[in-house]
């Protein structure tokens, strides 16, 4: 493990592979933490130096407790103060679902430092008229979950969410997870999930390197990842088969190697754009 300290805060990150090759930066979703990259990172270090930080209120990253200290901006900087450390000008960023959100802003705001950037299971707006029922569903659950938080906290609703279960070990796994939420953290990338920027209007401009786009077909989010795609026709957009939400994790060796190509196809030059279904 190590840290950096900026913007008012500590951030955790772990490296792999040769300090000296190309780098990759990763940026796991919400309410999770660099351990969720664990089953891609010896793929990707094979050729990469490969960094995965603790975002702003995850895993042994900082939890500011005031939710004025969560905003897009914020992950952005941390983001930017990270590479700056790391004397990393250039590299490909990585981002799921949350960390998707988050990379998508960082390749507005600042192209040039990233040679190709890919979203997976995530999304370039917060809403939008064209997401269907599955998505409104799964946002409803995750408002449920952070009214039951910012009223109990983390254990207390971890308590009442297992109360209804009656398998003793399915019980005790809901609650384990949610002793493992660190409430204000959780607070604050709920409300920077549904408050930020609109990219819809502006990524078919300012996204100007190279995007890779990763959706499964069971993923609730499926149709949000399709409308992002559909504003970024030069995107290679790949769809996972029989794959929920969270492809990094579900089809780690796929993933990795779908990844790969796209970097791969990048350094060689190779047509990018383009639609597949694996």
């Known amino acids: ?14 490296e792999w592979g040769d300090p000296e090759a190309p780098a990759v930066v990763l940026l796991h979703g919400f309410s999770s933490d660099l351990r969720m990259w664990a089953a891609v990172v010896d793929a990707f270090a094979r050729d990469y130096r490969v ?65 190709g950037v890919v979203l997976s299971d995530s999304s370039a707006a917060f809403e939008n008229e064209a997401y269907d029922e599955r998505y409104r569903e799964r946002e409803r659950g995750i408002a449920a979950q952070e009214a039951m938080i910012a009223q109990h906290g983390s254990a207390g609703a971890g308590k009442r969410a297992a109360a209804s279960v009656s398998d003793p070990f399915l019980a005790a796994g809901i609650r384990k997870r949610y002793e493992n939420i660190r409430s204000d953290g959780f607070l604050g990338a709920a409300r ?40 970024l026709p030069a995107a290679r957009v790949v769809t996972f088969r029989n794959t929920g939400h969270g492809i990094p994790a579900r089809a780690p060796e796929i993933f990795a190697e779908t990844v790969l190509r796209f970097f791969s196809d990048i350094e060689e030059g190779n047509p990018l754009a383009g639609r597949r279904i694996i």
Do not use: W
Not at 1 to 14: F, R, V
Not at 199 to 207: F, T
């Open 1 to 14: 493990m190590s840290s950096i300290d900026a913007n008012g805060i500590t951030i955790n990150y772990e």
């Open 51 to 115: 960094v995965a930080p603790d975002l702003r209120g995850h895993g042994l990253t900082s939890v500011p407790e005031a939710l004025s200290a969560y905003t897009m901006e914020a992950y952005v900087e941390d983001l930017r103060a990270l590479l700056d450390a790391l004397e990393i000008e250039i590299c490909a960023l990585v981002g799921c679902s949350f960390g998707g959100m988050i990379a998508a802003q960082a390749a507005v705001t600042m192209a040039e430092r990233f040679a």
């Open 192 to 231: 920077v999930r549904r408050e930020r920027p609109d990219l819809l209007g502006v990524i078919g401009q300012k996204l100007t390197s190279p995007v890779l786009i990763c959706t499964g077909d069971e993923d609730p989010v499926h149709c949000a990842s399709l409308l992002m795609a559909e504003r």
